[in-house]
């Protein structure tokens, strides 16, 4: 089965600019799942998609930030305006809701804002 | 809170050698996971195990071996006679109880293994 994708790849923005970073989860996962992890430290959870319903939104860093599943399939993370602290690589990941839960993980988008 | 400690920001060893990563956590929760990912250079992350905090007993999968004590709070992870493939980056994870599925993990910074030929 196809793994889990993200695009782009990697995006380099000005501040105060907007980016939409994409996830396409594993065929069949419902759990889809962001994180972030900012140079050097941890890579920390952001928020949590059963379907296209947000579960847990809890590591947003601020209102700056729009994550959204429509039609519970892909998701698109928002950030606008952008800022210098943003920089950092995104991270999705999707596992199944019974069975088996292990995350697996997409490469991530590698963020730099200038 | 939960917390992860990976001590060992980069460690270097020769093919052959055997290696030890250090995995410290913290946690109030009674029923919890912990997790080994692998990050090759392509950079996504790879799932190497999950252990249930009831399940103290050690795990063997060829080359790669695992120490869970809940004594020391300690999941430490051992590659035997380490290969150049080996190298990665590796983050030790933990995660409270699963509810429908569903895994907050919690990462540690991650250790950076370089095995050279």
């Known amino acids: 089965e196809a793994g889990v994708t993200q695009f782009p790849s990697h995006s380099v923005i000005e501040k105060g600019q907007t980016v939409t970073l994409r996830c396409d989860p594993i065929s069949g996962h419902d759990n889809l799942y962001w994180y972030r992890r900012v140079m050097g430290k941890e890579i920390k959870f952001l928020l949590h998609?059963?379907?296209?319903?947000?579960?847990?939104e809890s590591g947003m860093p601020n209102n700056r930030f729009l994550a959204e599943r429509t039609g519970g399939t892909y998701s698109t993370l928002k950030v606008q305006p952008a800022e210098l602290e943003d920089s950092g690589v995104y991270f999705c990941?999707?596992?199944?809701?019974?069975?088996?839960?292990?995350?697996?993980f997409g490469p991530g988008t590698r963020l730099t804002v200038t | 809170a939960q917390k992860v400690t990976q001590a060992q920001t980069e460690i270097s060893v020769v093919e052959k050698e055997d290696v030890t990563l250090d995995c410290v956590y913290e946690t109030r929760d009674t029923t919890y996971y912990l997790f080994w990912y692998k990050q090759p250079p392509s950079g996504e992350l790879v799932f190497l195990i999950r252990r249930n905090s009831f399940d103290e007993q050690n795990e063997i999968s060829g080359r790669y071996s695992w120490n869970f004590q809940k004594s020391t709070s300690s999941f430490n992870f051992t590659i035997t006679a380490s290969q150049v493939v080996d190298s990665a980056v590796y983050f030790c994870a933990l995660s409270e109880a699963l509810m429908a599925g569903f895994q907050k993990l919690v990462f540690g910074t991650g250790t950076r293994l370089l095995v050279s030929p």
């Open positions: 998609f059963v379907k296209e319903s947000k579960q847990d």
């Open positions: 990941a999707s596992s199944r809701v019974t069975g088996r839960y292990e995350q697996y």
